[in-house]
């Protein structure tokens, strides 16, 4: 796996219909960011900074989004910066209400007639990712999880995690697809000869698709997982 390219030397991506490794993001990707769980997670980090560091509500939420921007994740910035023991913390901000989530008939019958591998890559826990995916009703797609503790703690978007995830489960770059909800952790997938794959909400206040930069580590944008997977399988 390479370190950040340059925007004009990104490799050629593989065709979509000779990927055989599917990675899909999980939060706010394989759900939309519509149906409010991950804000769930973010109030619970505010809590938990507020409390563990004696800070404000306010002061926890700067704290919370500086750590975010700076090291790729909040839970990065505790480690390094107070040396915070990671399980609690995972523990707490993942100690919340599945239920709004909707299974969606589609995504499963998209997820089940795409063929080759399938693989959950997300800075959340393996315990999260189940909780999701069986609400879903779409784990029996998967075949596996790599998670921020397999990570050792480094969160996407460092180049090193995405290595460390493509060894753990045997995957070759240019046979090879990413599922991303943000742009930023589609660069190493990109630098290292994967197809990358944004996915988008449409603009809540107008209901139509808002349009994302155009960047070139991005090779196809999605406003519909389901019906782009479902674009994908072969055809009877």
Known sequence: MSAFCPPDAYPVPPRLERVEHWIFDLDNTLYPASCSLFPQIDARMRHFIAETLQLSQDEAHRLQKHYYHQYGTTLRGLMLAHGLEPSAFLSYVHDIDHSVLVPTPALDQALAALPGRKIIFTNGTRHHAEKVLSRLTIAHHFDGIFDIEAADYLPKPNAETYLRMALRHGIPAQ???????????????????????????????????????????IHHVTYDLAGFLDSLAPKR
């Open 175 to 217: 046979q090879a697809a990413m599922f991303e909800d943000l742009a930023v952790n589609l660069r190493p997938a990109a630098a290292a000869g994967m197809a990358t794959i944004l996915v988008c909400e449409p603009a809540p206040d107008t209901g139509h698709p808002g349009a994302p930069a155009v960047e070139p580590h």
